[in-house]
Structures are given as structure tokens and as C-alpha cells.
């Protein structure tokens, strides 16, 4: 009896999931039957001409979270080796709960904070321009997803059997030795698959980037241009008119994060096959 | 030329990692400098006695009183509905699932757990506009579909502490009940989850603190910037985090942009406190039940 | 810190003040009553909206009114699909939004659409093709209008806003808007970004228009409450809220209440022009 519960709790909650997306196919099907799923990907977004496009957006998308990426990777990798090896015992402990707070600090907190820190510091000394651009939101998404990557890259330096350390300390090697030619070569996996945690983070994330990257719909040319991501294109054009194509055209952006989410599943499941639930 | 990229890569790594926490501590303090002169009483209650407030004799319109009463209750259903789902569901992956089927569950919680959550409120938003055409009365946006949402958002992560907290039981205490004849349900019930309750209590206070950070959900979802506290299910609400970013873009003079910095330093203390708390019940009942 | 806090007093002796001219008789209609009205769509008019219903729910602690922004576009939509009791719009429905749902306007107020810059700006006027070359992009500096050597920001609203509606096709003479503008979700959000970006322009709700952002001069007027209320300055709308089909109930009670002199009083009080 209780085991049919159990069963049905986990069908429904899997089943749930796929309805998701079940409904946004469904919601968004005028887009494929009128042949215009292509136009919609590739196209500009003029809704006034009758143009939904939302290449802009995917470009934004794309830029923000790889330039988040670019700026996280080194300083998230640094801190990893800090908390995995160089830093002596207590400290270690100590930097690795300064990460799990950051994780814990609210997203919207974030944006809010560089709206007034950030942006007038872009504005005057480095973008010029209002200061709300890709490079702003890509650089407080970059903070946003350190902690994510962190985690996952301190797990996999330390992913190294006790005696093997041992053995490095034995013979005299100093930690940045230890570290660099015994965890590192062997952590591979699973820094790769911080990275692609780390990107699917930025991705999704709608705060920042409506926050702090402009939301113009011309597609960006340059990291100091506004921009607008898919997330924010959601939460913006949410209020149009149901029926209008402009309403429809959000449910193809939802699809898209959608399958994106579930190639970054597939693509750590073939990697560390690991969940992304860990963080 | 070895010893000097090796010299390197330590002062980046410490760079890295004092980087990391100075931006961290300007973050703290600034929030601190421009919000902290109005954290208090007043904040949460304006001008109304706090008193008055919390026996419902009054309303609180300068305060975040109805803000601070939306997320609790938000987070109060989300929760209600997520953990029982949750529970069940995990105790089901990691105890009676097997093979393809179990391979495919996860897959699909965990694209759930990945799901950016503007998506988990479009869906939500989605639903609204379906319910609405089968019951074309007077269902819209409101704080029960909020909550389902939340919910759904909260789900994979409490599944998946229950999983990994039923699977991390040493087999040999898994078997002692059942050799001893209990049915496999008691099994579970007395034995496997009070040893895991620890790991367990930790994924749902962090989930609570998802489920009350969380912005995108809840703005496709039902909640509006004026609402006063939340009296029904079927009623719009207000909430903290989206109570931040309405201000963040529209505060209307230097008092209520520093309510925002206010909002903002409360919303931390209580993301920072859940944390404590899973913290510390991790480490203390973890402690006493390893003496077993 | 004190200027703060005395800014806050003086807001806090607004708010009595509001609340103490609200005379008996304008607030009877909503004795003894009950239940939740649902409010969203225009945000040029949520400053009346809120002040209004904090005014009936400070009186009347039965009575639940929730407001939400959104934009004209989902405020006529929503009440039209009944999932609200009242629609706020910043611009007339058109003929065929009103046929398809049978929709109820009033009018409370008059408003105005000001183009505005950061109070640090030195351009203070524009000409209507000045303005269209700005929005369209081809003025893309202050310097080639007078300002300084820096380039111009511009700041656009969404695409179910009332106001932008108005301002594209009054002042803008339905010209192009250039995409690279960045967009904002409301009226408040916009004099946020304009009184924080020296170099930003937009256009804004003449009620909205404070300190800390300068209108503009176009063609020579200026926009302020005399220009609109006398016709002299063009880019002006009404403010309306829509229910579907003939109001009832509280809803009829809100829209009444507006139109009172208690109503009318808040909504000059937040900056714009009576209807009467």
C-alpha cells in the first residue's frame, strides 16, 4: 500500500516535469504550425512590423552567461585550490563556509546591490553608456555562480585517495606541487562539469540579467552593449496580450531554456554522472 | 622557470579566494551603510504599533509587514506541499526503484532541479491561463498557484536529500530490522529515516531558503507590489524578494529606496540564519547519531 | 541621514493630511461593505491607486484592494478575461478592445506625456524632429544638440505600456524607435533610470515628473500641469479605468470614489489634472 504512494509521489512528481513542457508546446503551437518557428529563432524582434523574433535574445543569452563564465572560471578555480589544498586546515574550513554564505545570499540582493555599486561605476569609469549592459549583468552573474562551480571543483581536487597525498608529502612536495601534478591532472571531470553547471546557472538566471543588463532588443555587437536574455524577454513580455503572436513567441524562449537545461543534465550524467542537485 | 609558475599559481589562488571576500564584505557593508540606520521596529511595522499589527487591528502600509506575512505564508504552503511529495517520491528512488525506470526519474529531476525557475513560472502562468479558460470565473494570479509553483521549483532538491540520505545508510544497519522480521515500511519508518533526519532537516531548511530567495517564480505567478497582508488563497500577495526589485527600479524618494536596503538586509539575515540552522543540525545530530 | 528623515516626516504628514481631508461623505459608499478588488495594468496611475486605497482600507479594514502594475496592454486584457475587477489604462481603449469585451471606461484624470533628462543635463529643449532624430538613433550624441560629448541613452518602455503608446504616436509621430534603446517595465522605473543615468532620455508621466528629473521643453512649451490643462502642450492623454461591462459592487464604489472631490484631491495631490 505504502510502496504504491511512494510510487505514485515519484510518477507524478517525473510525470509533472515533463508536462512542463508538454504545456508550453502546447501554448506555443501556433508557432510550429505556421511555419514561422525558424523565422522566430533567426528573426529580429519588431513588434510593431509584425517581426517576433527572438534572435537578440539568445544572442544576449549566450554572451551573458559565456562572459559570466569567462570571468568566474579563474577566480572560482583559484579559490578551489585555496580551499582544497594551499590553505592550512582551519582557514581551509573557514573559506569554504565564506562560499556556502555566498550561495545562500538571495539573488535579487545581488542586482539590487550593483544597481547602485556597480552600474554608476560602469557608466563613469569603464562602459560609459547608462552603465546597464552585458558586461555589468555578465559580471555580478560571474559572483553568482562562483559558489556553484567552487563546490564542484574543490569535490573533484579532492577526489584523490588519502595515501597517494601522503605520498607527495612523504617525498617533500610542497602543496602547490601536490596540487598542480597529483589533484589537478585527476580532477577533470568533475571541473568540467563545474563549467557546465556553472553556464546552465548563468543561463537561467532572470534577476540579474533584467536588472542590470539593459533589456534593449537589438542583438548585442559588443559586451558594453544592452541586451536582453531569454529569462528577462520572458518576465518582460509576460504582460502582452494572450493571444497575440508577441505572448507566443515567450513559450519558444521557455522551450529553448528548457531543452538547453536538459542537455546540461545529459551532458553531466555523461561526465561525472552525477546529479545537479548537489549545490 | 617551474617553481616560478607554481609561485604563481599560489598568489592567484590566494588572490582568488581575498578577491572573492572582499567583494563579499563591500557587498555586506554597503548594504549595512545605506540600509542599516532603518532596520527596526518601524520597518517591519511603520508607523502602526507593532502590536496593533500582529492582531490584524490595523493595517501596515509603510512597513514590510504584509511583504514579510506574504513570503512566510508563501514559503509555509510551498513547503507543506513540496515535503510530503518529496518525501514520498525519494523514499521511492531510493528504496523500491530500480533500472531504467530509476534512471529515467532522475534524469527527470534533475532537469527539474535545472530548470531555470522563470520557466517554473511561466508553467505556473500557463496553468493560471488553462484553469481560466475551463473556469472562465475569477481565477487569475494568486498565491496558491505561487505556492504550487514554489513548490515544483523546491521538489527535486528534497527528493534528492532524501535519496542520498536513505542510500547513505551503512548496510548493515539497513538489514538489522529486516533480519530481525520488520516489514519493510517500518524498516524505513524506524529505522533508516531517524538515522538520516539530520541530512534530511539540512535539505529542507535549504530548500525553505530557495523557496523564500526566489523572484521569477512568484512575479509570473501572482505577486503584486500592493496587497496588504495575505488573507486567502485565492488572493494576490506581497512578498520580500519581489518587494526588492519593485523598489531596486521604482523606489519613489530616498525613504523608500532605503526600506529596499532594509528589505534587503532582512531577506539576508533570514537566508543567512536557515543556513545556520542547517548547519548546525547537520553537525550536532550528525554528531550524537554517530555514536550509534 | 536627517534630510531623510525629514523627508519621511513630510511624507508622513502628507499621508495624515490625505487621510484627514477625506471627508465623510465621499467614503460612505463603502460602509459596511466587503470583499477584495483587484487592480492592475497602468502604472502612471498606481501613486493614485494606492493613496486611494489606502484612504477606503484605512476606514473600511473588510475591504481588501490589491494593486499591480503591468502596463495598459494587461490591464485592458486581464479585465477583459475577468481575472480582475478593475483595468487601469493610460490611453483610450480603442474601439474594437472595448467591442470584444464589452468594456465600461471612466475618466478621473488628465495626464501628460514629458519627454526627461537627469536634472544635470543642459539640454533643456528640443524640437519634435530633434526629439524623432534622438529616438530614431540618429542623434546619437548631446554634443550635436548642445549637451556634453557623451552619447545619448535612451530609455523606452515596454511594449503593453499606455504611455508609450501615447508618446509614440503624439510625439514621435509613429517615427521608428531605434532597438538598441533599453527598456523599462513602468513610469516609476523610468524616472528611477533617468534621475540615475546623467546621459539617459525617456519619456515619463507629467504626474510622475519631481525633482529628481527634468521635463523637457518641446516646441517651446513646457510640460507641466497649465500646458496640458490648457491644450498648449500636445502630448496629453487621459487617465482611464476600465471594468467589463457596467461597474458594480465595490468596483463601482472605487471608480465613484475617484471622481469625488476627496478622490480628485488625491489625484491632483500626485500630480495630475482633474477631470472636473
Known sequence: MSAHIFRLAAFASGFLTIAVFVMMLVLGWPLFTSGQFFAILTGEWRPSNELFGIFPMLVGSALVSVLALCFSLPVSLGTAFVVATL???????????????????????????????????????????????????????????????????????????????????????????KLLYLQLPQAWPEITAGIIMGLGRAMGDTLISLMLAGNSVAAPQAAVDSGRTLTAHIALVIAADFDGMQFKSIFACGLILYVFTAIVVMLLRLIIGRSMCQV | MRRWFERGIVFWSWGSAVLLLAILLSLLSYLVYRGGGVVGIG????????????????????????????????????????????????????????????????????????????????????????????????????????????????????????????????????????????????????????????????????????????????????????????????????????????????????????MGFGAAILLLVVCALLLVIAFIIQQTLSRRLSRF | MMKCFGKSLMFGVLFLFIGGTANGGDLDAFAGRQGILKIAGGTAHIPVMKAAAEVIMSGNPEIRITIAGGGTGIGIKQVGEGIIDIGNAGRKATDEEVATHGLHMVKWAIDGVAVAVNPQNKVVALTSAQLQDIFAGKIATWKEIGG?????????????????????????????????????????????????????????????????????????????????????????????????????????????????????????????????
Open chain 2, 43 to 258: 520597518l517591519v511595522f511603520g508607523d502602526v504599533p507593532p502590536f496593533d499589527a500582529l492582531l490584524l487591528r490595523r493595517q501596515v502600509f509603510s512597513g514590510l509587514f504584509p511583504a514579510i506575512a506574504g513570503t512566510f505564508a508563501l514559503v509555509l504552503l510551498a513547503v507543506g506541499l513540496a515535503v510530503p511529495v518529496g518525501l514520498a517520491a525519494g523514499i521511492f528512488m531510493a528504496e523500491y526503484a530500480e533500472g531504467q525506470i530509476k534512471w529515467l526519474l532522475t534524469v527527470l529531476f534533475d532537469v527539474l532541479a535545472g530548470l531555470p525557475s522563470i520557466v517554473v513560472g511561466l508553467a505556473g502562468f500557463s496553468l493560471t491561463l488553462i484553469l481560466h479558460q475551463m473556469f472562465p470565473g475569477r481565477l487569475g494570479p494568486c498565491l496558491l498557484i505561487s505556492a504550487l509553483a514554489i513548490g515544483f521549483l523546491i521538489l527535486p532538491y528534497v527528493i534528492h536529500s532524501t535519496q542520498m540520505a536513505l542510500e547513505s545508510v551503512p548496510p548493515a544497519l539497513r538489514r538489522t530490522a529486516l533480519a530481525l522480521g520488520a516489514t519493510r515500511l517500518e524498516n524505513i519508518r524506524q529505522v533508516l529515516l531517524p538515522t538520516r533526519l539530520p541530512d534530511l532537516l539540512g535539505g529542507v531548511i535549504l530548500a525553505i531558503g530557495r523557496a523564500a530567495e526566489d523572484t521569477a517564480v512568484i512575479m509570473l505567478t501572482g505577486v503584486v507590489a500592493s496587497a496588504g497582508l495575505p488573507r486567502s488563497l485565492f488572493e494576490q500577495f506581497e512578498a520580500l524578494p519581489f518587494y526588492i526589485y519593485y523598489i531596486s527600479s521604482q523606489y519613489a524618494d530616498p525613504r523608500e529606496l532605503q
Open chain 3, 148 to 276: 556634453v560629448d557623451r552619447e545619448i541613452n535612451l530609455y523606452d518602455r515596454d511594449a503593453a505600456s499606455g504611455t508609450r503608446e501615447v508618446f509614440w504616436e503624439k510625439a514621435l509621430k509613429k517615427g521608428e524607435v531605434a532597438q538598441k534603446a533599453n527598456v523599462v517595465v513602468s513610469n516609476g522605473a523610468m524616472k528611477t533610470a533617468i534621475a540615475g543615468d546623467p546621459y539617459g532620455i525617456g519619456y515619463v508621466s507629467v504626474g510622475h515628473i519631481d525633482s529628481t528629473v527634468a521635463p523637457v521643453v518641446l516646441d517651446g512649451v513646457e510640460p507641466n500641469l497649465e500646458t496640458v490643462k490648457s491644450g498648449a502642450y500636445k502630448v496629453s492623454r487621459g487617465l482611464f479605468s476600465l471594468t467589463k461591462g457596467e461597474p458594480v459592487g465595490l468596483a463601482k464604489a472605487f471608480l465613484d470614489f475617484l471622481l469625488t472631490p476627496t478622490g480628485q484631491k488625491i489625484a491632483i495631490d500626485k500630480g495630475f489634472i482633474s477631470v472636473q
Open chain 1, 87 to 177: 590553505a592550512p586546515r582551519p582557514l581551509r574550513r573557514a573559506v569554504q563556509l565564506m562560499v556556502r554564505f555566498m550561495a545562500g545570499i538571495p539573488t535579487v540582493i545581488y542586482g539590487f546591490v550593483a544597481i547602485f555599486l556597480l552600474v554608476p561605476f560602469m557608466r563613469e569609469q569603464l562602459t560609459g553608456g547608462s552603465g546597464l549592459n552585458i558586461l555589468t549583468a555578465s559580471l555580478v552573474l560571474a559572483l553568482l555562480i562562483a559558489p556553484t562551480m567552487i563546490v564542484f571543483f574543490v569535490s573533484g581536487l579532492q577526489n584523490v585517495e588519502e595515501r597517494y597525498r601522503l605520498a607527495v608529502d612523504a617525498l617533500g612536495g610542497r602543496p602547490v606541487q
